[in-house]
Nanobody, 115 residues
Framework: QVQLVESGGGLVQPGGSLRLSCAASRFTFSIYTMNWYRQAPGKQRELVAAISTGGSTNYADSVKGRFTISRDNAKNTVYLQMSSLKPEDTAVYYC?????????WGQGTQVTVSS
């Protein structure tokens, strides 16, 4: 059974940083595009960042210059480095693996930005 396990969420003050990790198992991680989504209360889930199998990255406009997505194929792990966090970044963050019509999701990790 495919597993995506996120970690690294928590409470942080505005302007602070967090690094999220997503450990993948039981599928061929290196051939999947990996994504981070987030969902705030009362809002739709939105794509935050994506990294292709070749390492190309894309970001939502709201996080460009503040968030960095990376992957380590040897460790089957994708990361999201978040800096200059704002209260509006508060959400549950989900790891996603995508290949053609296949989509796998993690259980999510809560990020709360508050003073």
């Amino acid at each position: 059974q495919v597993q995506l396990v996120e970690s690294g969420g928590g409470l942080v003050q505005p302007g602070g940083s967090l690094r999220l990790s997503c450990a993948a198992s039981r599928f061929t991680f290196s051939i999947y595009t990996m994504n981070w989504y987030r969902q705030a209360p009362g809002k739709q889930r939105e794509l935050v960042a994506a990294i292709s199998t070749g390492g190309s990255t894309n970001y939502a406009d709201s996080v460009k210059g503040r968030f960095t997505i990376s992957r380590d194929n040897a460790k089957n792990t994708v990361y999201l480095q978040m800096s200059s966090l704002k209260p509006e970044d508060t959400a549950v963050y989900y790891c996603n693996a995508h290949l053609n019509t296949l989509y796998y999701w993690g259980q999510g990790t809560q990020v709360t930005v508050s003073s």
